[in-house]
């Protein structure tokens, strides 16, 4: 993929958007197909997987009947709704010291909230209103009831909903499976290795999001950006399609009408405490980024030759009794070096 050099204009994105490959699309029927389509760590288009949702079927009538199939369920629990000036043309992200996001985050009724978005439909001077992560078993459980997820059973689904709503790239630490029921959405998706050519934002100020504008973005200034697209897919969503984004995979989210209404579902937690993955990568900015560049040099080598196994084993020529935490740690191993660990924690608190 080939660009100018400059910043792109909307309809020279679109053009650009397009020519990247699409999601492979695929079948997922039981959880175990899911658990194998995980493994394989793709994206997955998954179309017709809640065909027989009454939901879709509303969101495909009207945004008032969606609107009032979901008023009906209604317990009266406010819920988390994020607001954006008109100005932002929905884009939430940062504002221009990366200091802030460029929405806010309140409790407000769900019955209200919808009532909002519906009267604001259309109106391009309107405030960008959406309804964001509402955990639909406290606040809609006969949602919950009448479209069940039979592939996720034990996992409990968020509802998104609200204007055309433009979600910064960022990535999430579970496996996440979105599903469409009004509206068109369009999920542009990097592998999670290009990291550094997507311009994530502070880590302290989370969730962390690209501080680039994909919807026309400037080559000049963000010049890494080009070779992310070039490893970069789309999948393009319409009501009835659910799509499978595997954890760390990068992950930029266009509502492309001006109602739009999502549920997802995530899953696959990372263990806490001292295996949690996050707080490692933490502890090794403390550790290790400032060390003298000849000591850094060590470490990487240590982690590719121990952790990630970049060129093959390290310990073929070992035992496999004596490989200790070098090798398949066992719960007495894992038990022996998290006691080990939590000491050294402890001692330099």
Not at 308 to 315: D, N, R, V
Not at 325 to 346: D, E, I, N
Request: glycine letters at 6%.
């Amino acid at each position: 993929m080939t660009t100018t050099g400059t910043q792109s204009s909307p309809a020279q994105t679109e053009e650009l958007l397009s020519k990247l490959p699409g999601t492979a699309v695929g079948s997922v029927k039981t959880a175990m197909e899911l658990d194998l389509a995980v493994r394989a760590a793709k994206p997955l288009i998954l179309r017709g997987l809640i065909e027989q949702w009454p939901a879709l079927a509303a969101g495909r009538s009207s945004p008032a009947t969606l609107n009032n199939y979901l008023k009906s369920m209604d317990r009266g629990i406010p819920g988390p709704v994020m607001e954006a000036p008109a100005s932002t043309h929905g884009r939430f992200g940062y504002t221009s010291d990366l200091r802030e996001f460029t929405f806010s985050t309140r409790q407000r009724g769900i019955s209200e909230t919808l009532d909002r978005i519906e009267r604001q439909l259309d109106r391009p001077q309107a405030p960008i209103v959406a309804i964001q992560m509402l955990p639909l078993a406290t606040h809609l459980p006969d949602f919950v009831q009448q479209n069940s997820m039979s592939i996720l059973p034990q996992i409990g689904p968020r509802l998104w909903l609200g204007g055309p709503v433009k979600t910064q790239i960022h990535n999430d630490r579970d496996h996440n499976l979105a599903c469409v029921i009004a509206g068109r959405r369009r999920f542009l998706l990097f592998p999670p290795e290009q990291v550094a050519s997507l311009y994530i934002g502070p880590i302290d100020n989370p969730p962390p999001v690209s501080i680039l504008d994909v919807e026309a973005p400037d080559f000049a200034r963000y010049p890494r950006f080009a070779q992310a697209l070039r490893s970069a897919q789309v999948a393009e969503l319409r009501p009835g399609d659910a799509l499978l984004v595997p954890r760390y995979w990068w992950h930029h989210v266009t509502s492309r009408d001006s109602y739009n209404a999502m549920v997802n579902y995530w899953w696959g937690a990372c263990p806490q405490g001292l295996e949690n993955p996050y707080d490692c990568f933490l502890s090794a900015l403390l550790a290790l980024k400032d060390l003298p560049p000849s000591e850094r040099i060590y470490w990487q080598a240590m982690f590719n030759a121990y952790v990630f196994q970049t060129e093959g084993s390290a310990i073929e020529h070992i035992p496999p009794e004596l490989r200790g935490a070098l090798g398949t740690m066992p719960p007495g191993v894992r038990a022996v070096l998290k006691q080990k660990l939590r000491a050294s924690f402890v001692g330099s608190a």
